[in-house]
């Protein structure tokens, strides 16, 4: 299967300031990757499928200019959180799809909003 | 609305029996289904899948079945080992003729007893 590469996996950084998440197929050429967002004790939510060269899609409810994602390349996709708050601390999680069996999914990033 | 349900948050299982994990879904247009094993602060790790055609797939301890008629579908791991606890994500898709991501359950927690 695809190996994926999300760095990093911890971030702590105080509100108002944006961070960067970055995902990266080390393997496969992507066109499509998906962030997640899973909060604790809930389960992984889609929020934005990031398409290479083009514009990502978000789904309902979640805010396209806080969360920017950039899909410059196959192998490279970044989520950028604006104007963090502590509201938006969480797991982040991306993913590809390869084809067959399954999604492969990123090692995680754990947000801390302070 | 939770279209993928796991209703049980926790499950303990002794070492060597069976586990078996159960999960609904309420959206027919879902027509392939994922099971994932996740350990805290990583990201999920595939397991078994299963199409709408088929109602059984088998993979070594792991077998998923699949009741289309009841939404259901449940994951049994025989014999379970120490190694297997861990939370377990059911996920779903619908073919809308692009890549889509994954609608996950809430998790089950399950624990293997020595």
């Known amino acids: 299967g695809a190996v994926v590469s999300q760095h990093p996996s911890r971030v702590i950084c105080k509100s108002g300031t944006s961070v960067k998440i970055e995902c990266r197929s080390l393997?496969?050429?992507?066109?499509?990757m998906f962030w997640y967002r899973q909060f604790p004790k809930q389960s992984l939510m889609l929020m934005a499928t990031?398409?290479?060269?083009?514009?990502?899609?978000?789904e309902q409810g979640v805010e396209k200019d806080k969360f920017l994602i950039n899909h410059a390349s196959l192998t490279l996709s970044t989520l950028t959180v604006t104007s963090a708050h502590p509201e938006d601390s969480s797991f982040y999680i991306c993913?590809?799809?390869?084809?067959?069996?399954?999604?492969?999914f990123g090692s995680g990033t754990r947000l801390t909003v302070v | 609305d939770q279209q993928v349900k796991q209703n049980s948050p926790s499950l303990s299982v002794q070492e060597g029996r069976i586990s078996i994990l159960n999960c609904d879904y309420t959206?027919?247009?879902?027509?392939?289904f994922l099971w994932y094993k996740k350990y805290p602060a990583e990201g999920p790790t595939f397991l078994i899948s299963?199409?709408?055609?088929?109602d059984k797939n088998e993979d070594g301890r792991f077998t998923v079945f699949l009741n289309k008629s009841a939404k259901h579908l449940s994951l049994h791991i025989v014999p379970s080992q120490p190694g297997d606890s861990a939370v377990y994500f059911c996920?779903?898709?619908?073919?809308?003729?692009?890549?889509?991501?994954?609608?996950f359950g809430k998790g089950t927690h399950l624990i293997i007893q020595p």
């Open positions: 993913s590809v799809h390869p084809g067959g069996r399954g999604y492969t």
């Open positions: 393997d496969f050429q992507a066109t499509t």
């Open positions: 990031s398409n290479e060269g083009s514009k990502a899609t978000y």
């Open positions: 959206n027919s247009m879902f027509d392939y």
């Open positions: 299963i199409s709408s055609i088929k």
């Open positions: 996920a779903a898709r619908f073919s809308g003729g692009g890549a889509d991501g994954l609608t």
